[in-house]
């Protein structure tokens, strides 16, 4: 991007195409942070070069976010979030947010750093609240004929083991931090989207909505897709330069976010055993919103 406005300032103003430049950035999939490179999420780890990058565009008098998440860590949710909300204040710029096919649970936490989300009518939005999913495997290993040994120093140290039977007090723990965590939720988007929201009893349960209904509850600001709305406020020679990860000077991309991986050959056996469920939980969430 900065080697190309190089260019354009070298060019004679006859020969420049007009019109404005308004870097995007696409942040999709399950939020998740993980060193494992088999399980790779969005994180703030892999979206803040493309952050810094669209912002670092002088000329563009926006940055455009498309956000496309079922939700995830609610920590990874928050620090991306925040990433936004710093690179705006520092580099004065507007922040548009698109949602495509959902912007739900962490999803709309990042949603919210938008100073206007605009929605597809059929998105799904919402779902403000905390979920934490287990199995339990007492009968299971049982009926194997396994024997579940565990010792500790801590006599909470294995709070909420799936091989051993769910106690009560372990329950009413994770509940009371379930809570904590849904507070900092609701003060975050009542923080954003302030006199916008409209009273409803349902609006933090964890329900979730089409764009259309959340335009009504005040979760989004307008109806719209990236393009139509771009070119309606910037004019029809609006250019949408998508923003993409570097590579260095022989081809390589930087570490820390590239979407790929070199092969850990050691470690490849735990590697898919971990992809395996790591894609079962992606399935599943997305599978919560019909996708």
């Given amino acids: 991007m900065a080697l190309r406005n190089l260019f354009k300032k070298l060019v004679p103003k006859r020969f420049r195409k007009e019109g404005v430049t308004i870097p995007v950035v696409r942040l999709s999939g399950m939020i998740a942070a993980s060193s494992s490179p088999l399980r790779q999420g969005l994180s703030i780890a892999t979206a803040a070069p493309l952050l810094e990058k669209a912002f670092g565009e002088k000329s563009a008098p926006a940055v455009a976010i498309v956000v496309n998440s079922p939700g995830g860590s609610p920590v990874q949710s928050r620090l991306i979030f925040k990433r936004i909300r710093d690179l705006a204040a520092e580099k004065e710029k507007t922040v548009l947010v698109f949602v495509e096919d959902v912007a739900a649970s962490g999803g709309y936490m990042i949603a919210c750093a938008g100073d206007e989300i605009i929605a597809d009518p059929s998105s799904i939005v919402g779902s403000i ?23 500790t120093a801590g006599q909470n140290k294995a709070t909420l083991d799936p091989f051993q039977p769910e106690k009560p007090e372990d329950v009413a723990h994770l509940k009371s931090l379930q809570l904590e965590v849904h507070d900092t939720f609701i003060d975050l988007v009542k923080s954003r989207r302030g006199a916008k929201l409209k009273e409803d009893d349902q609006m933090f349960s964890g329900l979730f909505w089409s764009g259309k209904r959340g335009l009504d509850l005040g979760l989004v600001d307008s109806l719209g897709d990236l393009r139509e709305t771009l070119r309606s406020r910037y004019g029809e020679n609006v250019r949408i330069d998508l923003v993409s990860q570097g590579r260095s000077l022989f081809g390589r991309k930087p570490k820390g976010i590239t979407a790929g991986f070199e092969p850990d050959l050691a470690g490849i056996g735990a590697g898919f055993a971990d992809r395996v469920v790591s894609i079962a939980e992606e399935r599943a969430l997305w599978g919560r919103y019909g996708l």
């Fill in 129 to 151: 609240g905390v979920v934490s999913g287990s199995f339990g495997f007492v009968e299971a290993i049982a009926k194997l004929g396994i024997e579940r040994r565990v010792h």
